[in-house]
């Protein structure tokens, strides 16, 4: 990376006790800012800490000597510096007299956005969030360089405060050949959006600080019109957006829907559910959590209605070391849509194969059934799934005849689910890596996945069912234990004798190490005391949350427990069989 930053032209503006401190300071090329406040000592901030430069307070004279050495405060209260990116932001008293500065150093960064450069070169519309000083304007700069010299595009920016391309009427070299357009007043940044696209026929537009209403609005106009967008707002997340009235057009907006019956019960969710409103503005988000490590969210759309429906989106992770290797991995969140982070894999998925298996025909096809030696625990779901890849490359959709999977079905199997929650389903698909894909149409499902006390009181499912050839298997209850029972039987796989470390994933909720221990404690208490020896165990005291997750591991094992004791000593005992 090569970083232009031109520190000596802020210095100058400084008082010269202070400019000296800085020229000779060891940690000057990290310089993020200076703080000069009113009656308070001058403070130098770095990346993790700060100091003090001098035990005198800072005066009047002094602030009022920096504010003639830099150009005009706008109507955000900041001013900048001929040629350079630095800003200097001011604190006014209510008569509105400037009684404190901060100065800001601003640096070109050039191949900062080697980890997303792939999908600026998509054409998609990008949208940055990030906390304030993670590097979002440096990385904005850099993007619309790229799009400028790299790939010659029409780049527009929209440089509000003129942050982006620099102070004064001369754009800073680090836009390349981007054409920059400069806003009056901030309240007036939506009106120069559009002027932008009528008056200069820009391929892309950059914008900065996307933060009212009338500007989600723009931003929306623009990319209608067939414009790429690249821009920042407010928020770390795209949960912050999702929340945020103002800026949720962003990311298509929300609105409360009512479902019908029959569609609430296939979902297992309340009749009222929120959903996505329109198409997002943005098409990829980028969560800038770090200088170094980026969240990218490829779809915009599948992440919001992700987590509406209480799913725990499944992003990559991009870093990058001080070598310039650039690592892309992807989270693999399983602990009920709640965030917490169990592990991540490379992000090398094998691709999805159109199965042709039962439905081909319509019917239930018998076919020879491979010898298979049965194992328990996690070799048994690695064997499957091997198997299965190996069996997807070696197929060929067009041929007449068909090679059955290991169990003798063709594989990934298809399930419609009906009554049982599709996100504990993924859950346990994502968690065991069983070779299962979920299915909103019966007519493409290999076998219907259902609540027993949904399918007395549904007739008309049963007929379709029975019309099409699907198979239905019954599960009494919408719990972790029953699903992972019912997917192993519709695998044909047997239950392990002993759970292993990702079945006990499947019972956290937020993968805390109290929760950890508390399964763990089961568990051994069940293997090791309640089968072998037929004795009734007693287990710590714990929170009802946790308690829970007990209750659910014991069902796991098809054996009773019951809770019992007065909070907070409440606690857990398991009974033999």
């Not at 491979?370 to 070799?379: A, F, K, N, Q």
């Amino acid at each position: 990376m090569t970083i232009t930053d031109d520190l000596q032209k802020l210095l100058d503006i400084l008082p010269q006790d202070l400019r000296q401190v800085l020229e000779s300071h060891p940690k000057r090329d990290i310089l993020v800012e200076v703080v000069l406040d009113l009656g308070r000592r001058p403070e130098a901030r770095f990346p993790n800490q700060a100091e003090y430069l001098s035990e005198v307070p800072v005066t009047q004279e002094q602030i009022d000597d920096c504010i003639q050495r830099v150009g005009t405060f706008g109507g955000d209260n900041r001013a900048g510096i001929e040629q350079t990116l630095h800003r200097i932001s001011a604190i006014r008293n209510r008569t509105g007299k400037i009684i404190g500065l901060t100065c800001r150093v601003g640096r070109a960064v050039f191949g900062t956005i080697g980890m997303i450069r792939d999908l600026v070169e998509t054409g998609k519309s990008i949208l940055m969030l990030g906390r304030p000083g993670v590097g979002k304007t440096t990385a904005l700069r850099e993007i619309a360089r790229v799009l400028a010299d790299d790939l010659h595009k029409r780049v527009v920016i929209i440089d509000t405060s003129n942050e982006i391309a620099g102070d004064g009427d001369v754009a800073h070299p680090a836009i390349g050949r981007a054409r920059r357009m400069q806003v009056a007043h901030p309240d007036q940044q939506h009106q120069v959006m559009i002027e932008a696209v009528e008056n200069h026929m820009p391929e892309v537009i950059v914008i900065d600080e996307i933060g009212t209403e009338l500007e989600a609005l723009a931003a929306r106009t623009i990319a209608e019109r067939g414009v790429q967008l690249v821009g920042t707002a407010h928020g770390n997340q795209i949960e912050n957006l999702i929340k945020n009235p103002t800026l949720a057009d962003l990311v298509g907006g929300i609105q409360a829907v009512t479902l019908g019956d029959d569609e609430a019960r296939r979902r297992g969710s309340q009749k009222t559910v929120l959903e996505r409103k329109a198409p997002p503005t943005f098409e990829i988000a980028v969560e800038m959590l770090e200088r170094q490590r980026w969240v990218v969210h490829e779809s915009v759309a599948d992440t919001v209605d992700n987590l509406l429906r209480g799913r725990q989106a499944t992003p990559q992770t991009r870093t990058v070391d001080d070598h310039g290797k650039i690592a892309v991995t992807r989270q693999l969140a399983v602990v009920n849509g709640r965030g917490g982070q169990l592990g991540t894999v490379e992000d090398s998925f094998p691709p999805a194969r159109p199965s042709n298996g039962w439905r081909s025909s319509g019917q239930m096809v018998a076919l020879p059934q491979l010898p298979v030696e049965r194992v328990t625990g996690r070799s048994e779901f690695d064997r499957l799934l091997d198997e299965s890849f190996n069996y997807s490359e070696s197929i060929d959709l067009d041929a007449a005849t068909r090679v059955p999977g290991p169990n003798g079905e063709d594989l990934p199997l298809h399930v419609y689910p009906y009554g049982v929650s599709r996100h504990q389903l993924e859950q346990v698909i994502s968690v065991l890596t069983l070779p299962v894909v979920l299915t909103k149409d019966i007519d493409s499902a290999d076998a219907i996945l259902a609540l027993r006390s949904h399918v007395k009181n549904h007739a008309k499912l049963r007929q379709m069912a029975k019309a099409r050839h699907v198979p239905i298997h019954m599960i009494k209850s919408s719990t972790i234990p029953q699903i992972t029972r019912g997917l192993r039987r519709l695998l044909n796989i047997d239950d392990p004798e002993m759970a292993d470390d990702r079945e006990l994933q499947l019972f956290l909720h937020n993968g805390s190490d109290d929760e950890m221990d508390a399964l763990e404690e089961a568990r051994l208490a069940v293997e090791q005391i309640v089968i072998p020896k037929g004795q009734p165990v007693e287990l710590l005291p714990r929170s009802p949350q946790v308690r829970k997750m007990q209750h659910e591991l014991v069902e796991h094992y098809r054996l009773k427990s019951h809770s019992f004791g007065e909070e907070p000593n409440r606690r857990l005992r398991i009974y033999p069989a």
